[in-house]
């Protein structure tokens, strides 16, 4: 059994480490920490896929897959326990489906959300719905 994440990684915060876009550095810092231990949704993965499929080709998104999968877990949790979970993060506070699934395994897993997304997470973290970890 693989050990219990002590980070969800949003599709945002993955992006933000490949194309070294600004907070790439501390999110190599959380990846250094050995006492971290990095865990995205699948479907959160699927994000980063299909966007590099879309801009830069099938070679790029395989790419992504790889590097991604090479350090940090893979969740695939779907059972109907999870995808009510799903649901409520997607009806209330209104966020977009994929951003439900992160907002959701990080709840499922009792552990904070890492992410670059202030326009979703900001309002979440206010409320104290979620523990944020800030990229940027």
């Known amino acids: 059994m693989a050990p ?24 190599r810092d959380l990846l250094a920490d050995e ?13 980063v896929y299909y ?5 830069d080709g099938a070679e790029k998104a395989e790419e992504a897959w790889r590097k991604a999968t090479d350090f940090v877990g893979v969740i ?11 649901g409520r993060w997607k009806v209330e506070p209104k966020l977009g489906l994929g951003d439900a699934f ?14 670059t997304d202030r ?6 973290e ?3 719905a979620l523990q944020i970890v800030w990229l940027r």
Do not use: W
């Open 126 to 128: 206010t409320a104290g």
């Open 76 to 86: 695939e949790t779907l059972d109907a326990r999870f995808i009510k979970r799903v």
């Open 51 to 55: 966007g590099y499929l879309r801009a």
């Open 35 to 47: 006492q971290n231990i990095l865990a995205i949704h699948a479907t959160n993965l699927c994000e």
């Open 102 to 115: 992160a907002a959701a395994t990080a709840e499922d897993n009792a552990c904070a959300l890492v992410t």
């Open 119 to 124: 326009n979703d997470f900001g309002a979440i």
């Open 4 to 27: 219990r994440p002590t980070q969800i990684v949003d599709a945002s915060a993955l992006i933000a480490d490949f194309k070294e876009e600004e907070g790439h550095e501390k999110f």
